[in-house]
């Protein structure tokens, strides 16, 4: 079992910027890739960012150049650092990560980031 826990959403201005957290414990020998889904009212949830264990990252076209997703391996946290908030960034924001045996990925809980215009 893989438990995720995320931390930093916030209420802020356009343009303002968050640091989002998620540390990930438990059985995480075959870890393949960590990252971000959100998903905003009405919609369905939808790939941020993601990064795998050996450092590739891959985004979402609406987040590139604003978000940078990273991890520190030893603490086991992955990061997405959100610049140049827009409204339409508006959602809950779930961490995933995805291991290899047994196939399956885990969701945090969530947490909510509020753009204002």
């Known amino acids: 079992q893989v438990q995720l826990v995320e931390s930093g959403g916030d209420l802020v201005q356009a343009g303002g910027s968050l640091r989002l957290s998620c540390v990930v414990s438990g059985s995480l020998f075959s870890l393949f890739s960590m990252g971000w889904y959100r998903q905003a009212p009405g919609k369905e949830r939808g790939l941020v960012a993601t990064?795998?264990?050996?450092?590739?990252?891959n985004y979402a076209d609406s987040v590139k150049g604003r978000f940078t997703i990273s991890r520190d391996s030893a603490k086991n946290t992955v990061y997405l650092q959100t610049n140049d908030l827009r409204p339409e960034d508006t959602a809950v924001y779930y961490c995933y990560a995805e291991t290899l045996f047994p196939r399956r990925v885990y969701w945090g809980q969530g947490t909510q980031v509020t753009v204002s215009s």
């Open positions: 990064i795998t264990v050996g450092g590739s990252t």
